[in-house]
Structures are given as C-alpha cells and as structure tokens.
C-alpha cells in the first residue's frame, strides 16, 4: 500500500477543511469536554480546524495536537495563538511511529 497522502497544506484545503469542521463542530464535537488534567492526542490535527474547537471547550485538559505536514501544523499554530489558546502543543510525527515519551504540562 502507498504511503503517499492527499492532504498536504493548500490554501484551498484550508479553507475546505475549515468549512468542513464548522459543519460537522455541532455534530461531533457539541458534548466534548475532557476533564482537567486530562492529556488528550489529536491525531492527525491538519490545520487546527477542529483544535480551536476541542481546546475551547476543555480548557483545562491538555491536547497534543500532532501531524506529519509541517505546512499544516504552523497553520494550526497560528490559529490557535489568534484564538488565545494556551492548552495545546504541536508536534510534527507520524501516527503509525508515535515518538515516546509524556507530554510537557504547560
Ligand atoms: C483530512 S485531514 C483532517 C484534518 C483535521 N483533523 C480536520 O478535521 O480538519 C487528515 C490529516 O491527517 C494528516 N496525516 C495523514 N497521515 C498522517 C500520519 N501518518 N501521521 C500524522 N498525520 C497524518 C494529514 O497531513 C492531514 O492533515
């Protein structure tokens, strides 16, 4: 089986994906909330369209957002520092070769 994977960063895929999360936020993510202290992994996080919606709404969980596309982790950096959020950390690796290790609490 290939390797290769469709989403790379694109502007257009941006805003898709971003339009695609406003639809389904209600849907899937209306009753998410993490309790404190809670240590959550995004996998797969792309350009943060959902990150902004799952740091919101458990502010005092952390979430390690990650994903393999350099690209789309710092458009998920820069929504989440314009959003004000402080509970995430981005790391850029591949789902199936998870680095080990415990997140840093902030
Ligand atoms: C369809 S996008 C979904 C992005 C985001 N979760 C959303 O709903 O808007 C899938 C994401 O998975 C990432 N991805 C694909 N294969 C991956 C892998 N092996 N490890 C980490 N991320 C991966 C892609 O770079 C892409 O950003």
């Given at each position: 089986m290939s390797k290769a994977y469709v989403?790379?960063?694109?502007?257009r895929e941006n805003m898709r994906l971003q339009d695609q999360a406003s639809t389904?936020?209600?849907?899937?993510?209306?009753d998410t909330s993490y309790p404190a202290g809670s240590l959550v992994l995004e996998a797969g996080c792309g350009v943060g369209a959902q990150t902004v919606t799952l740091a919101r709404?458990?502010?005092?969980a952390l979430i390690?957002?990650?994903?393999?596309s350099r690209s789309s982790l710092l458009e998920a950096k820069r929504k989440i520092l314009s959003?004000?959020?402080?509970n995430i950390q981005f790391q850029q690796a591949d789902i199936s070769n998870l680095p080990s290790g415990q997140p840093s609490r902030p």
């Open positions: 989403h790379g960063y694109h502007h389904l936020v209600e849907l899937l993510h209306s709404s458990s502010p005092r390690t957002s990650i994903d393999i959003a004000g959020l402080t």
